[in-house]
């Protein structure tokens, strides 16, 4: 079995993507907690290896990479036994590509903009607009999943790795936003057929949701 360090913290949906994906891949992590409230991703041997001092990073025998997006596809590439999570096909790998640059650049940034100011920048109350924007990319999520029943198709890719560690994390902020008939039917499905999921994900996520909960709670007061 192969064996590789992730460098991480279980809060991070991004991170919970590449322990999801591990799991399916049948790949061992050697989980490093990398506490990024105590500094822990600026020490000198972590900006060696990732200078962007971000995580997920990985450390697959010498050879380091970070951002989430990727690593799936490297490990995908890398230690996938077929091409069924991450198809070689070029036209089906493009959509699986779009809705990887989709979670990044919509749904998990809207995401951000809306909570994070609250959470981590001290503002003292949510933009009215920024919640258009996150449930406008919600509403494009519920589109895909009318047209498959996976996020890129008709079979689970590493697209869904990525946009379920996105969307049980909004489910346990506020599970209100997530209530679209699509996005419900497939978020169960892959609770169900996703290996490890709840100590590899909605464990992770409810943390986060209880922070966020308690920022929230605090600008209500």
């Keep these: 079995m192969p064996s590789i360090d992730l460098y991480y913290m279980p809060l991070s949906a991004p991170c919970r993507s590449i322990m999801m994906l591990a799991k399916a891949l049948d790949v061992h992590l050697n989980l490093k907690l990398t506490d990024l409230m105590k500094g822990e991703h600026m020490r000198p041997e972590y900006l060696k290896m990732n200078p962007q001092h ?14 989430s997006r990727a690593i799936l596809q490297y490990l995908a590439n890398q230690y996938a036994k077929n091409d069924t999570l991450y198809p070689k096909d070029p036209k089906a790998r493009a959509i699986v590509d779009n809705r990887l640059y989709f979670d990044m650049g919509t749904l998990y940034q809207k995401f951000g903009e ?13 933009d009215e607009e920024k919640r258009k924007e ?8 519920e589109g895909y999943l009318t047209q498959h029943k996976y996020v890129a198709g008709d079979h689970l890719t590493i697209a869904d790795f990525a946009l379920l560690a996105t969307v049980e994390t909004i489910e346990a902020v506020d599970s209100r936003q997530i209530e679209k008939p699509h996005i419900r039917n497939w978020l169960n499905k892959c609770r169900s057929e996703v290996t490890g999921y709840k100590e590899l994900n909605a464990d992770g996520a409810a943390v986060f949701g209880g922070m966020a909960k308690g920022a929230l709670q605090k600008i209500q007061a």
Excluded: H, R
């Design 134 to 141: 996150l449930d406008n990319a919600l509403q494009l999520l």
């Design 114 to 126: 809306y909570y994070y100011p609250v959470m981590f920048k001290g503002a003292t109350s949510l």
């Design 54 to 67: 971000t995580i997920p990073t990985i450390d697959d025998n010498g050879f380091y990479l970070w951002e």
